[in-house]
C-alpha cells in the first residue's frame, strides 16, 4: 500500500483503521482475540494507521489495540484521543480537557496501549470550559517529554484549528466526512491546506449505509448507536437509499463494490486526505483496502457529484450536536 503524509510530516498508509466498532459502539464487541488477528491480518496488508481512543469501552479498545501491535510496534502509528470525563458510574459522558486530565489520561493510554509513546494525539471533542490554547499547551508539555509525537483535533471548527495551530502544530484533524456529509469542504479543507494540516474521515462509508449492506429491513443490536441517529430511522432510511443506489450504478462499471466507490471518492479529493473505515470481518478489510486501486476520473467524480441526492436526517441526536465545535 501507498502512503500519504498528514500534517508535521507524519507518515501513514493511504487508508488506516478504525478500531471502536471492534469493542463499542455498534453492538456487543467482536471476539477479542479475533479482533487482535484482524488487526495483525491488516498490517500484514499494509496498513500502517490505527484509530483508537480511551472512551472506546471505556479502555477495552485501548488494550485491544495494544495487546495487538505490541509485537509490531515500529512499524505502525497508533492515534488515540482524550476529551471526556469518564469518572460517572452512569454512563453519561462529560467533557473533560483540562491539562491535568490530558496528562493523566496519557499515562493511562500508554499502558493500555503497551507503549512508551503515542504517534497522534488527539483532543476529541473541543471542550469549551478550557480554553485550546491551554489544551494545545499540554499536549505541547507531552511531545517535549517524548510521550506524544504529533497532535490532533477531532470535530474542531475553523477558529478553534487556528488558536490551537498557533500554540503546537496541529498534524491531522479528524472528521465525518462521506459522500453523504460533505459539510467540511465548505471551510474546514481550505482552512487545512491553508495550514498544512492532515484530514481524517472517520465514517467514510456512512457508518455502514454507503456499503449497500443496511437496507429497510435492518435491525441493529440494541446497544448499536445507530439506533439514535436520525439518517438511520425509517423514513430517512428509505429515502437514503438514493446514495446507495447510485454508488452500485458507478461500481458496477468499474467492476467494483459500492464501498469501495466511496473510500475512492473521499481518496480522490486531496492528497493529505486518509480515511479510517473500520470493520470486524477480514474480508470486508480486504475490500475497503483495495479501493486503494480504484481510480475515477475527473468525468466520473463529476458524474457522481452531479447525481447526489440529499441527504435525509441529522447524523447526531441534539444532545451529541451540541458537543460539535462550530
Given amino acids: 500500500m501507498k502512503t500519504r503524509t498528514l500534517g508535521q510530516g507524519l507518515e501513514v498508509s493511504e487508508i488506516g483503521l478504525g478500531c471502536m466498532g471492534m469493542s463499542f459502539g455498534l453492538g456487543p464487541a467482536a471476539d477479542r482475540q479475533e479482533m487482535v488477528k484482524l488487526i495483525r491480518a491488516a498490517v500484514d496488508l499494509g496498513v500502517t494507521f490505527f484509530d483508537t481512543a480511551e472512551v472506546y469501552g471505556p479502555y477495552t479498545n485501548e488494550e485491544l489495540v495494544g495487546e495487538a501491535l505490541e509485537p509490531l510496534r515500529d512499524q505502525v502509528v497508533i492515534a488515540t484521543k482524550f476529551g471526556w470525563d469518564l469518572s460517572r458510574d452512569d454512563g453519561q459522558r462529560g467533557l473533560d480537557s483540562h491539562p491535568d486530565t490530558i496528562k493523566r489520561v496519557v499515562e493511562g493510554s500508554l499502558k493500555r496501549l503497551r507503549t512508551d509513546h503515542i504517534n497522534l494525539l488527539y483532543q476529541h471533542r473541543v471542550d469549551p470550559e478550557v480554553p485550546i490554547e491551554d489544551v494545545a499547551g499540554a499536549v505541547r508539555d507531552l511531545i517535549e517529554e517524548g510521550k506524544v509525537r504529533h497532535f490532533g483535533l477531532s470535530e474542531a471548527g475553523v477558529q478553534n484549528i487556528r488558536r490551537a495551530h498557533a500554540v503546537q502544530p496541529v498534524a491531522a484533524l479528524q472528521s465525518e466526512y462521506s459522500l453523504w456529509w460533505r459539510e467540511p469542504e465548505e471551510a474546514i479543507l481550505p482552512t487545512l491546506e491553508e495550514l498544512e494540516i492532515g484530514f481524517v474521515?472517520?465514517?467514510?462509508?456512512?457508518?455502514?449505509?454507503?456499503?449497500?449492506?443496511?437496507?429497510?429491513?435492518?435491525?441493529?443490536?440494541?446497544?448499536?448507536?445507530?439506533?439514535?441517529?436520525?439518517?438511520?430511522?425509517?423514513?430517512?432510511?428509505?429515502?437514503?437509499?438514493?446514495?446507495?443506489?447510485?454508488?452500485?450504478?458507478?461500481?458496477?462499471?468499474?467492476?467494483?463494490?459500492?464501498?469501495?466507490?466511496?473510500?475512492?471518492?473521499?481518496?480522490?479529493?486531496?492528497?493529505?486526505?486518509?480515511?479510517?473505515?473500520?470493520?470486524?470481518?477480514?474480508?470486508r478489510l480486504k475490500e475497503n483496502l483495495a479501493a486503494v486501486e480504484v481510480e475515477l476520473s475527473a468525468d466520473e467524480l463529476r458524474e457522481i457529484e452531479g447525481a447526489l441526492p440529499e441527504a435525509q436526517g441529522a447524523r447526531y441526536t441534539e444532545a451529541n450536536q451540541r458537543m460539535i465545535d462550530r
Fill in 201 to 283: 474521515p472517520f465514517s467514510p462509508l456512512g457508518k455502514g449505509f454507503l456499503t449497500g449492506a443496511i437496507d429497510n429491513d435492518t435491525a441493529f443490536a440494541e446497544n448499536d448507536f445507530r439506533n439514535t441517529v436520525p439518517r438511520f430511522n425509517a423514513e430517512a432510511r428509505n429515502t437514503n437509499l438514493a446514495f446507495v443506489d447510485l454508488l452500485k450504478e458507478v461500481a458496477e462499471r468499474k467492476n467494483a463494490t459500492p464501498a469501495q466507490i466511496a473510500i475512492a471518492w473521499i481518496l480522490a479529493q486531496r492528497p493529505w486526505i486518509v480515511p479510517i473505515p473500520g470493520t470486524t470481518k477480514l474480508h
